[in-house]
Structure formats: C-alpha cells, structure tokens
C-alpha cells in the first residue's frame, strides 16, 4: 500500500505531460478539421491505455530495471574482477537491445525494403534474414559500446574522445560511398536504444561511477547511451563499404 501514493503522483505527472499533446489533437479537430475523430470512442480508450502504460512503465523502471543496474554495477565492480565486469556489460548490452520492439520494427522494414529493391534475393526469406542480420549486429554492436562506456568509465577517459571521433568516422564513412543503407544506419543507431536498454544502460554507468574512487556520477556515469547509439551506425555503415 505504501507504493500506491507513488503510483498516483506518476500517473498524474503522465496526464499532465501527455495533456499538451491530446489539446493539440483536439483543437485540430475540433478547429481546423470541424469533425469528431474517427472512432472516438476506440481513440479515448487507447489514450487511456497510454497513459496507463506509461505510469506502469515507469514505475517498474524505478522500482526494477534502475536498482537492478546500478546493484548489479555495484557488485561487479567491488569485486573487482574487470573481466566479469566487461562481460557482464556486454551481455547486457546485447540481450537488453535484441529485446528492442523499436529495433525489431526498423529492421524488419530495411529487410523487407531491401528485398523489393532488389539488394538481397530470396523474397520473403531473404528479408527475414536480413531483418536478423542487421537486429542481431546492431546487438552486438552495442554491446561492445557498452564494454568501451564502461572502460571510459573505470579509465577515466573523456566522453568527446569516443564521441567525436565516431560520429567523424560515421560521416566519413557515409561520405566515402553513396549507400541505400544510410539511412538504416542512422535509423538503428536510433531504434536500438530506446525503452528497454537505455534504463539498464544509463544506471549500469551511473552505478559503476558511483563505487570508483574518483568518479563523478553526473560528470562520468553518462554517456554510455550515446555510446551504444554511435556504434550501430558504424557497424552498418561498415558492412555497406565491405559488401559494397
């Protein structure tokens, strides 16, 4: 009983920043369109529903997925044993990141879309290879950003060392040849952070900051996210200048 206060502040907080959004909608509809959406009735339940997802969600992230991460840091950290430690991170990076439904849409739409202009041959199958290929390099892709987020941290690397040079890499690499796999590139580097692996990630770094001697956990713990953003870009990328 005493989580339900926190649970209510949490759904206020969502109607409150979903309230500017649904104004919107209806003063479109009501000033502009002069019409009542269609299925109005089915609209307002799925508003509902969203909300309602959304105080869930969060809720769960600060009563799981952020105690887990920073405890699991934390552990694996005052133990000491750095190849545990990097293990673990990539193995949170890469099985946090398959589980994307962000990651999962976007590659099966490349597959799909490269298999009707032709890139890959096979028709449906083909697609769905390609849709597993580029889900499950993204994957890893972040998980070794993960294993670099947390050796900056542990090293006391600067961010814009990683940052400025991979994003410099990424346009040069875009720049060396004109491939229709650009814009994949830059979608997954999107799609494979989003709500399930960015919480984990972002306290894994928060949690390893905090348990090093020297380490500030707003100075040092971020930047692992932009990290695990930046290097499925590049994997892609990559892949697009080898295959040709």
């Not at 799909?112 to 499950?136: C, D, F, N, Q």
């Not at 690397?157 to 040069?172: E, I, K, M």
């Not at 001697?213 to 713990?221: K, N, S, T």
Request: proline letters at 5%; hydrophobic letters at 60%; one cysteine or more.
């Amino acid at each position: 009983m005493d989580r339900l206060p926190g649970l209510i502040r949490v759904l206020l907080e969502n109607l409150r920043d979903l309230a500017p959004l649904l104004l919107v909608v209806g003063f479109f509809y009501a000033v502009v369109l002069r019409a009542p959406p269609p299925e109005i009735g089915t609209k307002l339940a799925g508003a509902v529903l969203v909300v309602l997802g959304l105080t869930f969600f969060v809720r769960g992230l600060s009563m799981s997925l952020f105690p887990l991460g920073e405890g699991l840091a934390d552990t694996f950290a005052r133990r000491g044993n750095l190849i545990l430690l990097l293990s673990f991170a990539f193995a949170i990076g890469f099985g946090s990141t398959v589980a994307e439904p962000a990651l999962l849409a976007v590659a099966m739409q490349a597959g799909t879309a490269a298999a009707e202009a032709g890139l890959v041959e096979g028709g449906e199958e083909a697609a769905t290879r390609t849709a597993l290929a580029l889900r499950y390099a993204a994957s890893a892709a972040v998980g070794v950003a993960v294993v670099l987020g947390c050796l900056r941290i542990i090293l006391g690397w600067p961010a814009w060392w990683f940052l400025l040079g991979g994003y410099g890499l990424a346009a040069t690499l875009a720049l060396l040849r004109d491939t229709p796999l650009l814009g994949v590139a830059f979608d997954a580097g999107a799609a494979a952070t989003s709500a399930i692996n960015i919480p984990l990630i972002a306290a894994l770094g928060i949690g390893l900051a905090s348990v090093i001697h020297g380490r500030r956990p707003l100075a040092d713990g971020f930047g692992v996210v932009a990290l695990a953003s930046l290097m499925p870009m590049l994997v892609v990328l990559l892949g697009a200048l080898v295959m040709g």
